[in-house]
């Protein structure tokens, strides 16, 4: 009876053991995850912070308007947002509101142009 016992102690300290090691594991992973998430959600905001300063930048004075490339006539990009002065003079482009280094709208679409959807 006490063999029996022992045994049956021996068990429930093996399974609290393995219990305590399987929560552990999973806490760890919860916390590397979350680590993760707000690493992200901090790029994020520095990539919003960083396009607002350019569209501040780019299109604050009153004296300039927004349109898509479609309104100039090229094909490459037809989406791309520019910005123009709008003087007496004539309409000058003052850049286009796009990620990369001088970034030219009438060069041909480069990389993979396939649409992902941000809302499901």
Known sequence: ??????????????????????????????????????QARQNALLALDMAVGRLQTLAGPDQRVTATEQLVGASGNPHWTGVWETDVTGSVSEGWLVSGVNPNPFAPPTGDRSEVSLLG
Do not use: G, N, P, Y
């Open 1 to 38: 009876m006490a063999l029996l016992l022992v045994v049956s102690l021996l068990a429930l300290v093996t399974l609290l053991v393995m219990s305590l090691a399987v929560l552990t594991r999973v806490e760890t992973q919860i916390s590397f995850t979350e680590t993760v998430q707000a």
